[in-house]
């Protein structure tokens, strides 16, 4: 079945730089991949979503970028800011959409 | 329109018990899935539901099960109660049409 590594585990930036968090995953039939953010004790938040049609999706100064070919996504948030501390999990589901299927986590830490 | 809804949002049980988690889905969502978080294993497919039917399962024992109603609305039980089950238990709703998946609160479950 489909399985999910994320990279790093932690990741600790000074405000105002970017962060980047990179994922793999084994399905090439995979074709949806969002990305959540969790925030202690909340629920998690979709922040952004990409389809295995487009290369490249920007929110703001949340982007998102997909290499189908060598099979790994990911997150850019640049400009960070104190509230983007929590823990950002990406995700990749096959066509249906019936099970995401998680990589293991990035607890990001902002430093002011 | 509502978020997604789960009942209780806490709860304590003892080995051996049983123990079924309640979860309303976002009005006009027909498909919802259950996923486990711990520290360990992180965010982990339980089942999916669609029109009241089980579309999908995760690798987990018999012991978790679930159903879902005419009005969309998701119950998971879990039988025989292990120390391993204690855990943030999620679930998430989602349009027809697309991959998005949007989460409830989750119920936190100790079992001691």
């Known amino acids: 079945g489909e399985n999910v590594e994320q990279h790093p585990s932690t990741l600790s930036v000074q405000e105002g730089d970017s962060a980047v968090i990179k994922c793999t995953y084994s399905d090439s039939a995979s074709n949806y991949f969002p990305w959540y953010k969790q925030e202690l004790g909340k629920r998690p938040q979709l922040i952004i979503d990409i389809r295995s049609n487009v290369g490249e999706k920007k929110d703001q100064r949340i982007a998102v970028t997909l290499n189908k070919t060598a099979k790994h996504f990911s997150l850019h948030i640049t400009e960070t800011q104190p509230e983007d501390s929590a823990v950002y999990f990406c995700a990749a589901t096959l066509p249906g959409a019936q099970k995401l299927v998680f990589g293991q986590g990035t607890r990001l830490t902002i430093n002011p | ?112």
């Not at chain 2, 012991?63 to 089950?85: A, K």
Request: proline content about 5%; some cysteine; hydrophobic content about 25%.
């Open chain 2, 1 to 112: 329109k509502a978020g997604v809804t789960q009942t209780p949002r806490y709860l304590i049980k003892t080995r051996g018990q049983q123990v079924t988690l309640s979860c309303s889905p976002i009005s006009g969502h027909r498909s919802v899935s259950w996923y486990q978080q711990t520290p360990g294993q992180g965010l982990q497919f339980l089942f999916e539901y669609f029109s009241e039917t089980q579309r999908n399962k995760g690798n987990f024992p018999g012991r978790f099960s679930g159903r879902q109603f005419s009005n969309s609305r998701s119950e998971m039980n879990v039988s025989t109660l292990e120390l391993g089950d204690s855990a943030l238990y999620l679930c998430a709703s989602r349009p027809t049409d697309s991959g998005t998946q949007y989460f409830g609160p989750g119920t936190r479950l100790l079992v001691l």
